[in-house]
């Protein structure tokens, strides 16, 4: 059964520390994506990765760090440095990062993180 | 000004109904038009993506795009309780990676 996961669900976090998402597919997909949405104001992109060990800076990168040592796994840290970090956090893959592509993006089920 | 308008609704509307949902953009250089929906703490999920100026149908939903007003549309006929859902258009241009979102519109059809 091909898909996106994501864990935990739901993150608590105090303030300082440093959290990691995971986001795991098996679908194959050579792109990968991390998002955040808040309330009225539909979702950023914070990194994304075309391919394994690269990844380019979206809208919204500071405070956030990735990686991407697989094709499967691209992990999101949310830092200290990020001031507002509490929101729901999305991760996508795609299969097909050409430019002349719809670039249809696979969505996972989110993660809810909160600050303490 | 952002690069896409949603109004974000809320809209409400009863068991049946037509909806029209709308998006407008200010980027020439998007190519590519997809709706998603997203039920209430759930991820997003595909339900159409458009290329070119017109329709594309598929059973209750209608994606209309207008290139030259920079304008797209998403129509859901007979419309159910099911479809109650925040809906994202989302729009890309010829660059790697980079969907644009509208802010969505929360939807709610009542029976």
């Known amino acids: 059964d091909g898909g996106i996961t994501q864990s935990p669900k739901y993150l608590f976090r105090k303030e300082g520390q440093n959290v990691t998402l995971s986001c795991e597919q098996n679908?194959?997909?050579?792109?990968m994506y991390w998002y955040r949405q808040d309330p009225g104001q539909g979702l950023r992109l914070i990194y994304y990765?075309?391919?394994?060990?690269?990844?380019q800076k979206g809208d919204i990168a500071e405070g956030y760090s990735v990686s991407r040592e697989k094709k499967e796994s691209f992990p999101l840290t949310v830092t200290s440095a990020q001031k507002n970090p509490t929101a729901f956090y999305l991760c996508?893959?795609?299969?097909?990062?050409?430019?002349?592509?719809?670039?249809?993006?696979?969505f996972g089920p989110g993660t809810r993180l909160t600050v303490l | 000004q952002k690069e896409v308008e949603q109004d974000p609704g809320p809209l409400s509307v009863p068991e049946g109904a037509i909806v029209s949902l709308n998006c407008t953009y200010s980027?020439?250089?998007?190519?590519?038009f997809m709706w998603y929906r997203q039920y209430s703490r759930k991820g997003p999920e595909l339900l159409m993506y458009?290329?070119?100026?017109g329709n594309k149908e598929d059973g209750r939903f209608t994606a209309q795009v207008d290139k030259s007003s920079k304008y797209i549309s998403l129509f859901i006929r007979d419309s159910q309780p099911s479809d109650s859902a925040t809906y994202l258009c989302?729009?890309?241009?010829?660059?790697?990676?980079?969907?644009?979102f509208g802010q969505g519109t929360i939807l709610t059809v009542h029976p």
């Open positions: 458009t290329y070119s100026s």
């Open positions: 990765s075309q391919i394994v060990n690269d990844f």
């Open positions: 996508a893959s795609s299969d097909d990062i050409t430019p002349q592509s719809t670039d249809t993006q696979y």
């Open positions: 980027n020439s250089a998007f190519q590519y």
């Open positions: 679908l194959n997909h050579d792109a």
């Open positions: 989302a729009m890309k241009g010829t660059s790697y990676g980079k969907l644009t």
